[in-house]
């Protein structure tokens, strides 16, 4: 039974809408597996090799993310640039950044900062934590 569980009253509650979370990275291995992941938790995902398809997608998508986890370094696009972008549509998008280094001084150049930053390698456990800490649970509501 999901945490969210509770009496029949809230059972008849109107159904909220589920958590969408776009993936960004460019790791063939890290993203599906962090896309399975959260899809076995019940949330809707889209995963992306490529930042700037990410970018364009994202301003074409309805209803827009709620949340976007990305790897900090990616060929094309760096994860901050992708968000300032994406913000400018979608000012309330939360974000999750995984980094293999400490990407400390680049984020002082963005007017953007992670809701998380993750260091590599990080647990699929604690980044579920996280998204679950910004959007809830898919069906709570």
Same mark, same amino acid.
């Given at each position: 039974?999901?945490?969210?569980?509770?009496?029949? $009253?809230?059972?008849?509650?109107?159904?909220?809408?589920?958590?969408?979370?776009?993936?960004?990275?460019?790791?063939?291995?890290?993203?599906?597996?962090?896309?399975?992941?959260?899809?076995?938790?019940?949330?809707?995902?889209?995963?992306?090799?490529?930042?700037?398809?990410?970018?364009?997608?994202?301003? $074409?998508?309805?209803?827009?993310?709620?949340?976007?986890?990305?790897?900090?370094?990616?060929?094309?696009?760096?994860?901050?640039?992708?968000?300032?972008?994406?913000?400018?549509?979608?000012?309330?998008?939360?974000?999750?950044?995984?980094?293999?280094?400490?990407?400390?001084?680049?984020?002082?150049?963005? $007017?953007?900062?992670?809701?998380?930053?993750?260091?590599?390698?990080?647990?699929?456990?604690?980044?579920?934590?996280?998204?679950?800490?910004?959007?809830?649970?898919?069906?709570?509501?």
């Amino acid at each position: 039974m999901s945490a969210c569980a509770s009496s029949t $009253a809230s059972e008849s509650a109107p159904a909220r809408k589920e958590p969408f979370i776009f993936i960004v990275d460019d790791d063939m291995a890290m993203g599906p597996l962090i896309m399975e992941a959260l899809v076995d938790e019940g949330y809707k995902v889209q995963l992306f090799h490529d930042p700037l398809q990410a970018a364009r997608v994202f301003a $074409a998508a309805k209803p827009k993310p709620d949340v976007l986890i990305t790897d900090s370094e990616m060929p094309g696009l760096h994860s901050l640039e992708l968000v300032e972008r994406c913000r400018r549509i979608s000012p309330n998008l939360r974000f999750i950044m995984a980094s293999g280094h400490t990407d400390e001084r680049l984020r002082r150049l963005y $007017a953007v900062q992670p809701d998380y930053v993750f260091q590599k390698p990080h647990s699929v456990e604690h980044l579920l934590a996280a998204v679950r800490e910004l959007v809830g649970e898919p069906g709570c509501g």
